[in-house]
T-cell receptor, first 115, second 112 residues
Framework: NAGVMQNPRHLVRRRGQEARLRCSPMKGHSHVYWYRQLPEEGLKFMVYLQKENIIDESGMPKERFSAEFPKEGPSILRIQQVVRGDSAAYFC?????????????FGSGTQLSVL | SQQGEEDPQALSIQEGENATMNCSYKTSINNLQWYRQNSGRGLVHLILIRSNEREKHSGRLRVTLDTSKKSSSLLITASRAADTASYFCAMDSGGGADGLTFGKGTHLIIQP
């Protein structure tokens, strides 16, 4: 049973380009969380999605960031017009049920570097 | 808002010794979890303790929770070089939609 899969592992973008980060949750999990981690920091919640629904995006910057979790395919975190401050590790986690997740299963993350 | 803070930020001990990490939080919780992160990897769930529990064991791990002090500790006994990692506490405050709130972590180094 494959775990949470994220790709790419490393992504390099120049300022102004778009970054697309993908996450496939564990089999049977329909709830996806995205977190961002800056160096020497803990994880900061960004967004929580179910299939075709954004449940909570209170941690997402108001501009340039968007997320989706379509009926078919992986969840996508999209960052438009990237800036150097977007450089971070982005982690996706999944759980099998809503709220009080009890336990999150994490992917290995995507390290985004903005030049 | 809920925020977790681990103490110490970094800890270096000899192999075989015990390692203790502490976590403090601000608001009431449903449960508190500890995760481990190896360098460049995702987080791995270690143990969960509910708000009505005071102590929990799992192998060489022992977690305590003091809700009156809003604090938790993680003890790793008989440490091994493979325990070298960052350890994070994560609070589930209920309401559910925003998942877990993580602290900044304790970086543990086990010297052989």
């Amino acid at each position: 049973n494959a775990g949470v899969m994220q790709n790419p592992r490393h992504l390099v973008r120049r300022r102004g380009q778009e970054a697309r980060l993908r996450c496939s949750p564990m089999k049977g999990h329909s709830h996806v969380y995205w977190y961002r981690q800056l160096p020497e920091e803990g994880l900061k919640f960004m967004v929580y999605l179910q299939k075709e629904n954004i449940i909570d995006e209170s941690g997402m910057p108001k501009e340039r960031f968007s997320a989706e979790f379509p009926k078919e395919g992986p969840s996508i975190l999209r960052i438009q017009q990237v800036v150097r401050g977007d450089s971070a590790a982005y982690f996706c986690a999944s759980s099998p049920r809503w709220g009080n997740p009890e336990k999150l299963f994490f992917g290995s993350g995507t390290q985004l570097s903005v030049l | 808002s809920q925020q977790g803070e681990e103490d110490p930020q970094a800890l270096s001990i000899q192999e075989g010794e015990n390692a203790t990490m502490n976590c403090s939080y601000k608001t009431s919780i449903n449960n508190l979890q500890w995760y481990r992160q190896n360098s460049g990897r995702g987080l791995v769930h270690l143990i969960l303790i509910r708000s009505n529990e005071r102590e929990k064991h799992s192998g060489r791990l022992r977690v305590t929770l003091d809700t009156s002090k809003k604090s938790s500790s993680l003890l790793i006994t008989a440490s091994r070089a493979a325990d070298t990692a960052s350890y994070f506490c994560a609070m589930d405050s209920g309401g559910g939609a925003d998942g877990l709130t993580f602290g900044k972590g304790t970086h543990l180094i086990i010297q052989p």
